[in-house]
């Protein structure tokens, strides 16, 4: 079976780099699916899961925002923090969901808006890596 | 001559100033091994999205991105990355040197500059040798965090985006090895056009999800960061190891130094011995 050549960074790590038969991410357009021989594609990532599957090993990583590089032979990548998605906390998430919420309905506060929404939707996103995690087991 | 308590409290000092330069000698040695960890850790990404850059520098896009364009230039801007603590030898001055020579090749050519600093010494620096400045950050401590530096990343490219200013230099340290750091200063942009690939033979092109501009723009803004966080983390590690180097130097000069007073020492207390039983022997010889 052919593979793909799969690579996720963030800028302080590398976090996996191996072959794939098949990658799922979330772009800023939708869901994608990455098999090999796929057409050159430059696409935003959105916060997420990443699930990369080799033959029947599946993978799941979670990437905040970011971008997709695809060349047939490999896809890049380039998450702005990404993390295993098996060490994260959920209650964790929530907690930073809630302050996000919070954050948002605060009308009192000088606050940014829009890094508000960033976090919240980073913060869901989170939520649902762990929850897809949960359903696998 | 001098007197032997005067001598014993010059060595006291010195002791004392040696074990706090001893001290700092070990603190920056174990603070080496973490930087240069950090920036092993950040070397994956800063790779990866080079490759993508290049990829796309390769490509026959529609769109050409601006930090491609060589335009006429009329101001540079100079990003200077230093370090926030002194006791590091000659590591910022090297560098500041270097960034003034260069700064004053581009005025004999007609070119103004100004510049953006990182760090409390860039800042005094420049403060003290007169210079427009347009941006400043400083104390990012010992694990720079990349939220820090988008501000000022963000004011050099807008500057660039207004046309304020053609060129960039991105100046830091290298760091070769613990030994040796070396000053570099590079162009930032416009972005060397890395055209060698096997890539071009061919005519492609990506399928851009949304807009080529869009993505673009925030890639190479993405990019860019990624190049000044990197010199900012080299550059911390170049602190340490030239701290740690200059703390070595010192902590050996107050051994010679405590070497050479002990001797001194030595001597004054031989010398007033020796008067002293001259001055019994003569009083006996006298009664």
């Known amino acids: 079976m052919s593979t793909i050549k799969v690579s996720i960074v963030s800028s302080?790590?590398?976090i996996y780099s191996g072959e794939g038969t098949m990658v799922f991410a979330t772009g800023s357009l939708g869901e994608i699916g990455i098999a090999p021989g796929h057409?050159?594609?430059?696409?935003?990532?959105?916060?997420?899961?990443?699930?990369?599957?080799?033959?029947?090993?599946?993978?799941t990583f979670f990437c905040s925002g970011g971008f997709i590089e695809i060349q047939p032979d490999l896809v890049t990548f380039l998450s702005d923090r990404a993390e295993r998605a098996e060490s994260m906390?959920?209650?964790?998430?929530?907690?930073?969901?809630?302050?996000?919420?919070?954050?948002?309905h605060d009308k009192e506060s000088e606050l940014d808006y829009t890094k508000a929404a960033a976090q919240l939707a980073e913060a869901a996103a989170r939520i649902k890596t762990i929850q897809k995690l949960r359903k696998n087991k | 001559m001098a007197n032997t308590k005067e001598v014993r409290k010059q060595?006291?000092?010195?002791?004392?100033?040696?074990?706090?330069?001893?001290?700092?000698?070990?603190?920056?040695?174990?603070?080496?091994?973490?930087?240069?960890?950090?920036?092993?850790?950040?070397?994956?990404?800063?790779?990866?999205?080079?490759?993508?850059?290049s990829h796309i520098a390769n490509s026959s896009s529609e769109y050409s991105h601006p930090f491609y364009e060589h335009r006429e230039t009329k101001k540079a801007c100079f990003l200077v990355v230093s370090s926030d603590k002194g006791l590091c030898g000659g590591l910022n001055i090297n560098l500041f040197k270097q960034v003034i020579s260069k700064s004053a090749e581009l005025k004999a050519?007609?070119?103004?500059?100004?510049?953006?600093?990182?760090?409390?010494?860039?800042?005094?620096?420049?403060?003290?040798?007169?210079?427009?400045?347009?941006?400043?950050?400083?104390?990012?401590?010992?694990?720079?965090?990349?939220?820090?530096?988008?501000?000022?990343?963000?004011?050099?490219?807008?500057?660039?985006?207004?046309?304020?200013?053609?060129?960039?230099?991105?100046?830091?340290?290298?760091?070769?090895?613990?030994?040796?750091?070396?000053p570099k200063v590079e162009q930032l942009i416009p972005l060397p056009a890395e055209k060698t690939d096997e890539l071009t033979a061919t005519h492609w092109d990506y399928i851009y999800e949304p807009e080529a501009q869009e993505l673009l723009e925030g890639l190479m803004t993405r990019y860019i960061e990624s190049l000044i966080y990197h010199a900012v983390i080299e550059n911390s590690a170049c602190?340490?190891?030239?701290?740690?180097?200059?703390?070595?130097?010192?902590?050996?000069?107050?051994?010679?130094?405590?070497?050479?007073?002990?001797?001194?020492?030595?001597?004054?207390?031989?010398?007033?011995?020796?008067?002293?039983?001259?001055?019994?022997?003569?009083?006996?010889?006298?009664?």
């Open chain 1, 89 to 104: 906390d959920e209650a964790e998430a929530i907690k930073a969901q809630e302050q996000a919420e919070k954050n948002m």
């Open chain 1, 39 to 59: 057409t050159p594609l430059l696409t935003g990532l959105a916060p997420g899961p990443v699930r990369v599957q080799n033959g029947d090993d599946e993978k």
């Open chain 2, 11 to 53: 060595i006291a000092s010195i002791k004392s100033t040696q074990k706090i330069t001893s001290a700092m000698e070990m603190v920056a040695a174990s603070k080496i091994k973490k930087t240069q960890n950090e920036m092993q850790l950040g070397r994956p990404y800063s790779e990866k999205i080079k490759e993508v850059i």
């Open chain 1, 12 to 14: 302080s790590e590398e």
């Open chain 2, 239 to 287: 602190e340490q190891a030239a701290k740690m180097l200059a703390m070595k130097n010192a902590t050996e000069n107050a051994g010679d130094l405590i070497k050479e007073l002990e001797l001194l020492y030595n001597n004054v207390r031989q010398a007033a011995i020796t008067q002293e039983l001259s001055e019994i022997v003569g009083g006996a010889a006298a009664v």
């Open chain 2, 109 to 182: 050519q007609g070119i103004e500059s100004n510049f953006a600093l990182i760090g409390l010494k860039a800042a005094s620096f420049f403060k003290s040798v007169g210079g427009d400045v347009v941006a400043n950050v400083q104390k990012l401590g010992d694990k720079p965090d990349p939220d820090a530096l988008i501000g000022l990343t963000k004011t050099v490219l807008d500057l660039h985006r207004n046309g304020e200013v053609d060129q960039v230099y991105l100046c830091g340290n290298g760091f070769v090895n613990t030994m040796t750091q070396e």
